[in-house]
């Protein structure tokens, strides 16, 4: 079997080095961190020595690729243009800084049309990709696929293949994939994962899962509500969850989870999936 790139969020609050080098301590080979402060949007400046250390550990412990999620303020579909300017100026800057780290995907949640309608919502994110992403040489840029709670655009994958559709250079553009999220939206990736992804590749075009954020859910099937479980403790269940980490069809991916966890749940975790895998 290939190499199976596993990991969960991390805090690169103490560095990136910090963070790499917990990551290993957990057995993970790749992590996911907030690309600023995920609630305020302050930012870090670059410190290329931390960045070059955690280049080297990542090349010496062959970690795959890394996710860099934005902060959950980035709405790009507000319906108030200071929020979306705001939202519009982080993925710029932060796409920006993409270039600065070893491989590495930036991720955002698509955001909340607050009423305006969903076709509204998809086309002001399409137009702030449209002005942010100018030509296809960039990082690769993913959106997350959601719930589908309260106006939230991405619950339904039409929604994502719009705009991925309307952005001119759509290259590096693609999906993020959450199984908690998924199934929450009514795909359900326990009885039929096969279906799911044939569903993403018919919808959205093959190749455009980027990365995937591995989560049980709390609630059930379709109930449109995003509350991560542990896993093995919700109702997706440890054999789903290793079942898709180990489907060929998603190889070479990330796999991240963002389970409510401190370090220690996370490196049993991460031990159980392996164990049920065999890897
Ligand atoms: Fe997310
Ligand atoms: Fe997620
Ligand atoms: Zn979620």
């Given at each position: 079997m290939d190499n199976i790139y596993l990991g969960c969020h991390l805090s690169i609050a103490k560095g990136y080095y910090k963070a790499v080098q917990e990551a290993i301590s957990i057995g993970a080979n790749t992590f996911q961190f907030f690309s600023r402060n995920p609630r305020g949007g302050s930012v870090k400046a670059i410190d290329q020595n931390d960045i070059d250390k955690l280049k080297q550990a990542m090349e010496e412990y062959g970690f795959g690729p890394l996710l860099v999620h934005a902060p959950y303020?980035?709405?790009?579909?507000?319906?108030k243009e200071s929020v979306r300017e705001f939202a519009r100026n982080v993925l710029k800057e932060d796409v920006e800084r993409m270039?600065?780290?070893?491989d590495a995907r930036f991720l955002f949640?698509?955001?909340?049309h607050v009423g305006q309608g969903a076709e509204k919502g998809v086309s002001l994110i399409t137009d702030a990709l449209n002005e942010v992403i100018?030509?296809?040489?960039?990082p690769m840029i993913l959106l997350e696929g959601m719930s589908?709670?309260?106006?939230?655009?991405?619950?339904?994958?039409e929604e994502i293949a719009q705009i991925i559709q309307g952005v001119k250079h759509n290259k590096n553009l693609g999906i993020c994939i959450d199984t908690c999220h998924l199934h929450s939206a009514g795909?359900?990736?326990?009885?039929d994962f096969e279906g799911v992804l044939d569903e993403i590749d018919r919808v959205i075009g093959p190749g455009r899962i980027g990365g995937v954020h591995i989560n049980d859910n709390m609630n059930g099937l379709g109930c449109h509500k995003d509350r991560h479980a542990k896993i093995g403790e919700g109702t997706i269940g440890l054999e789903a969850i290793a079942a898709i980490v180990s489907n060929e069809r998603l190889t070479g991916l990330p796999f991240n989870l963002e389970t409510p966890n401190e370090l220690e749940g996370y490196a049993k975790e991460i031990k159980m999936i392996r164990d049920k895998i065999g890897c």
């Open positions: 303020t980035m709405n790009l579909c507000s319906d270039k600065y780290l070893p949640h698509p955001g909340s100018t030509d296809d040489n960039g589908g709670k309260g106006s939230e655009i991405g619950g339904r994958l795909y359900d990736v326990v009885n």
